[in-house]
């Protein structure tokens, strides 16, 4: 099994910043892909960013590109989401994702089986 502990969620005003991490622990792999999504209440969870940790090619989701980087620290198992020119749209549940031996690109929610509890962001107008 995978444990996925999310971090850093929080009340923001708008064109602030805030970093999410992702501490992974438990079963490893060989190859796999950490993603954020987010969801709003009514809505379906929608893509942000992920990362293949092998290529270390890194996808975005449109209304993100430019504000918010997916990052990475090896030694400590973390995945970071750092999110600048915060908007009130952004505003959401945050979760991370991992899925084993993922190489593609679409990033869609049902390719991804562990997910973390999620951590809220709140922007402000």
């Known amino acids: 099994q995978v444990q996925l502990v999310e971090s850093g969620g929080g009340l923001v005003q708008a064109g602030g910043s805030l970093r999410l991490s992702c501490a992974a622990s438990?079963?490893?792999?060989?190859?796999?892909?950490m993603a954020w999504f987010r969801q709003t209440p009514g809505k379906e969870r929608e893509f942000v960013a992920g990362r293949s940790w092998g290529s270390g090619r890194t996808y975005y989701a449109d209304s993100v590109k430019g504000r918010f980087t997916i990052s990475r620290d090896n030694a400590k198992n973390t995945v970071y989401l750092q999110m600048n020119s915060l908007k009130p749209e952004d505003t959401a549940v945050y979760y991370c994702?991992?899925?084993?031996?993922?190489?593609?690109?679409?990033?869609?929610?049902?390719?991804?089986?562990?997910w973390g509890q999620g951590t809220q962001v709140t922007v402000s107008s």
């Open positions: 438990g079963r490893t792999f060989s190859s796999y892909a």
């Open positions: 994702a991992l899925s084993p031996y993922y190489s593609g690109s679409a990033y869609l929610e049902t390719d991804f089986g562990f």
